[in-house]
């Protein structure tokens, strides 16, 4: 991990794909312009923070990247923006990218930031799941929209809230298992009517229905790490974190 980042590992070395670079950006960076509650690295603009700080945060980023990323108007949906012909702030909750230069970026501070990236490193993209963009499909639109066959996919699960941490109630788990009851496991009862769970558990019975079975990642609780991470669910008023990635020109 760098100084306010942090690097996919792609699960080891040998299955990093070629040219492809990835980063996720962390709560707290040395040269960071936000204030308390935002402290200090947040790049969302619509959070409430000081426009100017987010600028200033925003161009510390781009000073690392190849070009400016696709910034989403993200809404918890399941479509997929093409970064080479989508406008910023479309409204969309992933991004794929073939040309290499080309950044794919979302925002989160709980919900579930995936990478996904080809093997021979030909196509990249980055999905925004939450609860309710994963129950709808938003994995299985990103993988389709990356037009490859899954088997060909490799998957890095971003920091996330954890499945001790994540208390919801009987429609989130109704929602998942009645596209698959095998959901069910991802759930434990939490009192009535009261559930936790696990979004990585739902993230990896999603990838492997659709074909990719390469996934790494995922074990980073965002609620549960105030040091590194935001959190809207602990902290309600907060910034938030992008997790990026693109091929290397």
Not at 14 to 28: K, N
Not at 174 to 196: E, I, M, T
Request: with cysteine; aromatic share 6%; hydrophobic share 50%.
């Amino acid at each position: 991990m760098n100084d306010g980042l942090l690097i996919p590992d792609w699960g080891g070395s040998e299955f990093a794909p070629p040219g492809v670079r990835a980063l996720v950006t962390l709560r707290v960076h040395p040269q960071g312009h936000s204030v308390a509650p935002y402290a200090s690295f947040n790049l969302a603009g619509h959070v409430g923070d000081d426009p100017a700080a987010v600028a200033a945060n925003r161009a510390q980023l781009r000073a690392l990247l190849p070009a400016e990323p696709l910034w989403l108007n993200q809404v918890h949906g399941v479509a997929v923006a093409d970064v080479a012909k989508a406008s910023p702030g479309i409204s969309a909750d992933a991004s794929v990218a073939r040309a290499p230069g080309l950044v794919c970026a979302v925002l989160t501070a709980d919900c579930l930031p995936l990478l996904l990236a080809a093997r021979d490193g030909s196509v990249v993209a980055a999905a925004h799941a939450g609860w309710r963009g994963l129950a709808d499909g938003v994995i299985e639109a990103t993988v389709a929209a990356m037009r490859m066959p899954a088997g060909g996919l490799r998957a890095w699960l971003g920091p996330a809230i954890g499945p001790t941490a994540f208390e919801v109630g009987d429609e989130v788990r109704a929602a998942f298992c009645r596209h698959d009851a095998r959901a069910a496991a991802a759930f434990d009862a939490h009192g009535a009517g009261k559930w936790l769970c696990d979004l990585y558990a739902l993230a990896r019975q999603r990838l492997a229905a659709v074909g990719v079975t390469q996934v790494s990642g995922g074990g980073l609780c965002t609620y549960s790490d105030a040091q590194r991470f935001y959190s809207y669910r602990r902290d309600g008023t907060t910034g938030r974190m992008a997790s990026l990635i693109w091929r290397a020109a």
